[in-house]
């Protein structure tokens, strides 16, 4: 199983716009299959949330990757997480998830990740 992992990374912070008192220090780990996800992470709302996802490629490069991203998880009043992802070079990547008004703040959150392929 272990050798269809391609990827792993650690969550570190996000940011919230506009911030009602949210942590915004949100360490986990998550593994890449491919294009798929999963991960535990400390929540905004300090929860814990498990995921699974998939990240769909709308653009690809040497140095910078965009998808799409779907994912399923606790710890939220839903469990649909969607957002952009932003992969600059193998390292690092932004996840910029929209706000709801009047239910939640546009998140943009941050992690590294380390290639294992």
């Known amino acids: 199983m272990l050798e269809y992992i391609t990827a ?3 969550s570190l912070t996000s940011l919230h716009f506009p911030n009602h008192d949210q942590n915004q220090f949100n360490p986990g780990i998550h ?3 491919k294009d798929a996800r999963a991960g535990v992470y400390l929540n905004s709302r ?3 949330t498990a995921y699974v996802g998939y990240s769909l490629p709308l653009y690809r490069s040497e140095t910078l990757r965009i998808g799409a991203l779907a994912a399923l ?3 939220y009043g ?3 997480i969607g957002g952009l992802e932003f992969m600059v070079g193998q390292h690092f ?3 910029a998830v929209p706000g709801i008004p009047g239910y ?3 998140i943009v959150g941050f992690a590294l990740r380390s290639p294992i392929k």
Request: zero cysteines; a negative charge; hydrophobic letters at 40%.
């Open 104 to 106: 939640s703040s546009t």
């Open 46 to 48: 300090d929860r814990i």
């Open 8 to 10: 792993i990374g650690i």
């Open 78 to 80: 839903s469990p649909i």
């Open 73 to 75: 998880g606790s710890g």
């Open 31 to 33: 593994v890449e299959v």
């Open 93 to 95: 990547t932004m996840l």
